[in-house]
Structures are given as structure tokens and as C-alpha cells.
């Protein structure tokens, strides 16, 4: 960052800084004062200063504000739970940085190399990029000569005014009550070791963040994202793990349904509510992320569906059983909901499970249609409506209303 872009964008990144300070001293919640409105304050001073410096060459980008506001909004007026506020910790600075790059860059496409961005802008080089600060800030002797005269003038008027309240204050009781109270307030305020230190740290941190970041943008405002490496393997090693684990799905649909047969849409027998939906529900969740897991590396890292049949029918088999999973957590979730009716974690779990599904559907039809680019904007939109939707329904005041419904 040159001198010239180094004076246009200081100012509003101190501006920026000092209005995180001041909210910080405002008697809002921990998690809405420290996390959500600095991260919003960051998000307006990255969009201003790309649109300043102009920058934003993909105007695309600005949709990425669209879910990066409903989650800030939802987070801020609705009683989120300590899982959502842990996971915006996470998803929001990543949506940011898909929205810096995606401004900054016009080929831009969703891939899982954004996280490569995301590294890029934060936190590499989050203190050598102070250096620039020094570099730009160069003091001349007309400048040291006005600083000295200015402290100068200061040092005399110090005794003078010291002198003059003393007169005013003896002469007025009423003024040197007034100028007591003012020097109380003072005192508390700009005096007080635990509110400069508190103050001092969240401008410090928060500058060097939000400068760093912004420098971080300039410095890799070109940046290509590289293709995926697509690996070479052994189908003969692929196939028989397939062959196994499909082997063993099988196995758990045939017990599974020769155990609800007798049983459909009630509790097994020798089962309480509880027990049926917990003692495995958790487990199949694990199941069908690690089914998801070896499948997207088969279908992204490999060419090994395109060179054999097999482990592409292997693949939409595991699929098949990974969907039957699904409905089974479904099965078990709703037959305890049924009974005790629903909680935050639990309409989590079934919008969890609602997205898994969608996703299977894409994957299959990634498979047998060969969809190419525009699956990963399927997988990135699924995921982000599936968040929002858990930050505006998963939440204690919606889930009493439903229940509620319910049980009229």
C-alpha cells in the first residue's frame, strides 16, 4: 500500500475502529457487542473501501450480502443458542471473504479454494503489515517545529488556567460546584485505569484486524484461484471398500425394517422414547457424514468414477443406503417429537437432516447427469439457506410458538 492509498483509506478504518470502541462501552450483550455489530462495522468498511479505491470489479459479489445481513439480523433479534453463535464465528468472516473476493475478482468462482483466500486475507501478515503505518508516516522539521510550540503553549496556559478557576471557583459557589462535578465525571471517565485499558485493547486489536485485512486485500486483489488436483486411483483398492460398506448398510435396513414391521409409526417393543431415538440417532448422523465425506472425495479428488462403472453404481448405492439413514433419523426423531415435542437441538437436527438430503439428490444427479460447475453453487446456497433458517426458526421463542400449535 502506497503512500496515497495509505492516507485515503486510514481514516476510515480509524473511524471504523473508534466506533467499536465506543459500542463497546454501551450495555448490550457480550456476544452482540464483541462479536456481532464489530462484524458488521468491519463488513461496511470493506465494501466502502473497495468501492473508494475502486476496486469491485464483480458487482455479483454484493449477493454475498444478502445471507451475511439475515444471519447478523437473525443472531442480533432472535435468542440464539450457544451452537449458532459458535458456527457464526466461523461462517461469517468466510462469507466476507467469498465477498471481498468474489468483488475483486471477475472470474470468480465457488470452490472449496476460497478457504485459501480466507487464509490469505486473515491472518497472514497480521502485525509485519503495521510496517506500513511507520513507512507512511514521515514527521518533517516544520512539523516537529509546530508540535514543540503547540506543547509549548500548552506548558504556559496550564498554570494560567489553574489560576484563574481557583479565582472564578472562590468568587462563585455555584461554578465550583459545577467544576467539581465536571472534574469528578473526568476523573471516572478518562482517568479510570480499567477503562482506558479495556478501551486501549479493543481499538488495538480491532485496528490491527481491520488493517491488516484491508492491506491483505490489496496486496492479493489479483489472486487466481488454482484448479483442484484431480488424483489418480486404484479402482481394484476403491471397489472392494465400497463393496463392504454397502454390504453392511444392507445389513442394517434389513434389520431396521424387520424391526419397526410389526411396529410402524409406533415405539418398538421393549423401547422407551428415549432410548429409540437416542441410542443410535446420533451415531447414523456420524454414519452419514462420513458416507458424505468418502463420497465428495470420490466425486471431486478422483477420476475414478469416470474410468470404472462399478464404482460409479457403488457410489449411487451408498448414496441410496445414505438417504434410507436419513429417513431412519427422521423415523426415530419424530417419534420422540411426537412425545415431547420440540426443542432447539432438535429442529437443528432435522433441518441438519433436511440439508444432507437435498444434498444427496445433487450428488445423484452430479452422477448420472455429469452436472459440472454449477453443483458447488447448489452445495454453497443449500448450506447458507439451511444456516439462515436454523438462525430465524431454531430459537426458544419460535420453537415454544410451535409447539404450542401443536398441542391445540
Known sequence: MNKELFKKNIIPILISTVLVMIISNFKLHGYDKYFLFPITILTITYVYILNNNNLVINKKGYYYLIPITLIITGTFFFKTNLSNMLINIIIIPILISMLTLCLTNKNYQVSGKFLNWFVKLFPTDLLSNLEIIMNNIHITNDKKKRVSNIALGILISIPLVVAILSLLTSADMYFGAFIQKI??????????FKFIKNNLLIFVIFFVILFSTIVNIFKHKNTKLENSKIRNIESTIIS??????????LLFVVSEISKITGNFLELPAAYTYSEYAREGFFQLLAVTVINFTIILLLLYKTDALEKNKLLKHLILLLIIFTVILIFNSYYRMFLYINRFGFTVLRMQVILFLLMELILSFVIIKKIVTKLKSKDAYIFLYTIITTYIINIFICNINVINVINKLINK
Open 183 to 192: 472534574s469528578k465525571n473526568f476523573t471516572k471517565l478518562f482517568l479510570n
Open 240 to 249: 472392494p471398500i465400497l463393496i463392504m460398506m454397502n454390504f453392511v448398510f
